[in-house]
């Protein structure tokens, strides 16, 4: 029987970020292949950093997918854990470590049943910076499975262990990664006729940009606009010719997300005019889109924890939070739902530290109803 805190302990020493979770990918696949070992009805493969282990039914009607992101974060670990992160710099701060040793779990519990129907785990990479889910799928490697539901689910600090949290509709919002960089002319601050801010030009922009929420959002509708990195000029007295934005789009709707791109490119364009200067703007959307459930899947997987005797079930209001199994969900019907880790930091936060005692929860129930689909 896996030791499920010592295998999260292990995981959480190595974060890597996307793409480059070779450790991760080692252990992983050790894990898995003596779970797996000797069993013809199983198959195992790899693509980049990612695996997929696939499990035959005795009398397949369909496919059912279970999906854990593995990668972690730039983020200097802070909660002076025995078992803190090993690599400086990096921190599984978003609870990937979790996932990943509940996916374990119900592998492991899944080799335990008699399965009609097939069941693939998907570990995917890049959850956080390269969308991995779109590029798993867009690469063909889940082509061959013909998934026909795909469930996940997502640690949340605010809710205490023993809680699912989901809806019958969109549970976490779309994004889209912005870079803007304004071009001027530097000079002598004595001299501002001389040159051409872009520092001013950013700041007006930061300023004007918020109006996209105020004033062309419908209210009744939900949007995000936040720029959290400004960099522009060298020291006190001199006009800074270039100024570097890094910032956030996040929205309820595909629809919306696409409306306050095209309004926040026209205020950029116009304030780059207005002061003389060139801008240069990349959105990278890929495959964060809106993280939209199933109805009918959502339905039963809510009625089915309902009814579990220890599990407290919300029907729970969206978030502006962002995750690229949106993709997934635009193409396979399926379900994500939070998971409740109660601890005092939120999401990517240095010290984020869930509490243990969910994986003696988590995989006894989310097994079970896994073992519901599979019949």
């Not at 889910?133 to 262990?161: K, N, S």
Request: charged share 20%; aromatic share 8%.
């Amino acid at each position: 029987m896996l030791d499920l805190v010592q295998i999260r302990r292990d995981l959480h020493q190595i974060p890597e970020i996307g793409l480059q979770e070779f450790k991760t990918q080692a252990y992983l696949l050790k894990r898995i292949q003596e779970l797996c070992q000797g069993d013809e009805c199983i198959s195992v493969k790899t693509w980049r950093t990612g695996i997929l282990v696939f499990l035959k039914g005795s009398a397949p009607e369909k496919t059912i997918a279970w999906r854990t992101d593995i990668d972690g974060l730039p983020i200097l670990e802070e909660t002076g854990l025995p078992f803190s992160s090993s690599h400086k710099g990096f921190m599984h701060a978003c609870g990937h470590d979790m996932h990943m040793t509940l996916a374990l779990a119900l592998l492991e519990e899944a080799l335990k049943l008699e399965r009609k129907n097939n069941l693939l785990f998907i570990f995917q990479p890049a959850e956080e910076n390269e969308a991995g889910g779109m590029l798993m799928y867009q690469d063909g490697a889940l082509d061959e499975y013909q998934i026909d539901e795909v469930y996940a689910c997502h640690v949340r600090p605010d809710l205490p262990v023993g809680t699912i949290a989901t809806n019958r509709s969109t549970l976490f919002a779309g994004t889209c990664e912005v870079f803007l960089t304004f071009k001027g002319k530097g000079g002598h601050a004595a001299f501002p006729n001389q040159a051409n801010d872009a520092l001013v030009a950013a700041a007006y922009f930061i300023t004007q940009v918020q109006t996209i929420v105020s004033r062309n959002v419908d209210p009744i509708e939900g949007a995000v606009v936040t720029f959290g990195s400004l960099h522009a000029g060298t020291t006190n007295n001199v006009i800074a010719a270039e100024s570097k934005l890094h910032g956030t789009i996040r929205t309820l709707s595909q629809e919306m997300n696409l409306l306050t791109q095209k309004r926040l490119k026209s205020i950029a364009e116009g304030i780059a005019a207005s002061f003389d200067l060139e801008v240069d703007l990349r959105l990278k959307q890929g495959g964060y889109l809106p993280v939209e459930n199933n109805p009918t899947l959502a339905g039963e997987l809510m009625t089915f924890f309902t009814d579990r005797e220890g599990v407290e079930l919300i029907d729970c209001q969206p978030a502006m939070t962002g995750e690229d199994f949106g993709f997934l969900l635009h193409q396979i019907p399926g379900v994500i739902f939070w998971l409740g880790v109660e601890t005092a930091f939120p999401l990517h936060h240095p010290q984020m530290t869930p509490d243990e005692r969910v994986l003696a929860f988590a995989p006894k129930e989310i097994a079970a109803f896994l073992a519901s689909r599979l019949h």
